[in-house]
């Protein structure tokens, strides 16, 4: 089932949908579930399942920690289906993020079926625009599944033409020039972007990089469809002393940023 | 198995290339790719670069015969071109002249560099100092203290080094970074990738800049010899001094075009950059090519003796060129270059780079297979200044504190009576 069919039901709720980013296995496969699920029952609408990979150019300090982490305790590519089985039934939207390379060395077409057989709902891909992604679409579409590019405050008219014609589920608009990671304040680039993107395109926008807080939710919610949060749900768990403070820390997170789409509109 | 089968060949060669990179730097690439193509036939822009070739690189570079280091070649003749001798010490400033020129096309102030032994780096803080543009240069951890020469010579250039402690600390770290900082600063920064791989239109272009090696140094070898060589012999790290020979030499069906990659401590132990040997097709900062990967797709790193050859990934063309049958890739090990390292030095009095010495390896390899009526062209891509602490420890010529060991010191083994 597409993620779009999640976001319009909150948009019928007069609200944003949430987002949020955890990389598997960190701290471990077992652990990385747990905390999605925590997540789901904070009130979080979609579960951005993450693939660490050894090359994270999109990510900053705190998801190339976790990567770094999950991959030395051993997790394998495989863990996302598991993954995407448990939060699909805990009755989340299951998106994976992943850098194309994993997918590429697995097999697209096997990989699309296997994500589709798990309950996953698709795939977010940082590092691949839509036209190199020919492979990826035909099997995306075979598997009914979705598929979500990127545009930036940089990309141009036809960009985000070719960019958003290509897509399914969402379009993920990255708030900021730069790489994920908290910010200070979002800016009026994601705004300006939102608008930009709409102009293309009847699919929901979604906006990622830099939302950290409830209030930061509450503000992108107003114009977004869906508000994107990844490194401070992250951070939660890396700078956590033990495994049930970082589930504590993440769920509380996760309730202020619930709360925050819920009152943005209101 | 692989992606290419119904991708656009737009930036492609054969099946390898392409653009795998975040939608924010895709305008930027088509700037770049707009401006450069504009800029190579405007005669404004190609006067410039000639001009600058000529009297700051110190353009043509010289061919040298090595008759002495030939001996050890079965006999055959062979030729080095002297990209040692350019400004800086290596072939690097060749390309970052051009990109720091399209920098200025651009209406950029700010360039940002990767460097692994640091020949690019000091080639794009020399470029940046030149123009006036701000330079920051990353470069791992584990390079900044294996070529700490280099870090102290970018400094004085005026470029900020940045030491990258990410994952293995060495050359793809310093590209992740590069990459990093272009996301965010790419309104006023140009990357100036310093190799023939990243997105397109990065491996065409950076061979391009580069090609003046092959194209003067086929005619110096017709003008000495009265021929064409019989094989053009090059090391292959991210292979921008192997692009930049070869490709004047593709038409002559008749010269064969070889590759050396490094095998370190072998192929068979894991501990080497073949990628051409043990990689597989993959996409690694921005290009499909061959890549150094495990069942997973996680890059696994590399390891070599010489900083510049220690990169888990190669240019795409490279990857055509293999599978294409033009060229062909065999792996040198860290013992087998650092013995031509000591070669070169004692019997013509030139020190190669350690990354050129994998090619002088080959060409001893080359050599004996074809006997003595070749001709070998070799490309001496750097000069070895940068390498003589690397060296003096390979060769037990100083103690663990850096102090001169003598020959009457106990394990001093001296250059000679290495084997």
Known sequence: ?????????????????????????????????????????????????????????????????????????????TDIFTAAHEVSAAGAGALVMTYWNPVLRYGVERFAADLAAAGGAGLITPDLIPDEAGDWIAAADAH??????????SSTPERLEAVTSQCRGFVYATAVMGVTGARASVGEAADALVSRTREHTDLPVCVGLGVSTGDQAAQVGRYADGVIVGSALVRCLTEADSDEQGLEALGALARELADGVRRGRS | MTTTSNVPAYGRFGGFGGRYVPEALIPALEQLEEVWRKAVVDPEFVGELERLQRTYTGRPSIITEVPRFAEHCGGARVILKREDLNHTGSHKINNVLGQALLTKRMGKTRVIAETGAGQHGVATATAAALLGLECVVYMGRKDTERQALNVARMRLLGAEVVAVDNGSKTLKDAVNEAFRDWVANVETTHYVLGTVTGPHPFPEMVRDFHRVIGVEARQQVLDLVGRLPDAVLACVGGGSNAM??????????????????????????????????????????GAFTYVMQDEDGQTVESHSVSAGLDYPSV?????????????????????????????????????????????????????????????????????????????AEWFGLIGDDGSPRLPEDDGAKGMGEQQ
């Open chain 1, 1 to 77: 089932m597409s993620v779009a069919t999640i976001i319009e039901k909150c948009r019928a709720d007069n609200r944003a949908a949430l987002i949020g980013y955890l990389p598997v296995g960190f701290p471990s496969v077992e652990g990385s579930i747990s905390a999605m699920k925590v997540l789901v029952e904070s009130g979080v609408d979609i579960i951005e399942i993450g693939v660490p990979y050894s090359d994270p150019v999109m990510d900053g300090p705190v998801i190339q920690d976790a990567a770094v982490r999950a991959l030395a305790a051993g997790v394998h590519l």
């Open chain 2, 315 to 391: 240019g795409p063309e490279h990857a055509h060129l293999l599978e294409s049958g033009r060229a062909e890739y065999r792996p040198i090990s860290d013992v087998e270059a650092m013995e031509a390292f000591s070669l070169l030095s004692r019997t013509e009095g030139i020190l190669p780079a350690i990354e050129s010495a994998h090619a002088l390896a080959g060409a001893m390899k080359v050599g004996r297979e074809l006997g003595p009526d070749a001709v070998l062209l070799v490309n001496l891509s750097g000069r070895g200044d940068k390498d003589v602490h690397t060296a």
């Open chain 2, 244 to 285: 930049g020979i070869f490709h004047r030499f593709i038409d002559d069906r008749s010269v064969r075009l070889i590759g050396f990659e490094a095998g370190g401590e072998g192929v068979e132990s894991g501990k080497h950059a073949a990628r051409f040997s043990a990689g597989i097709p993959g996409v690694l900062h």
């Open chain 1, 144 to 153: 009914d599944l979705d598929k979500v590019f990127l545009v930036a405050p």
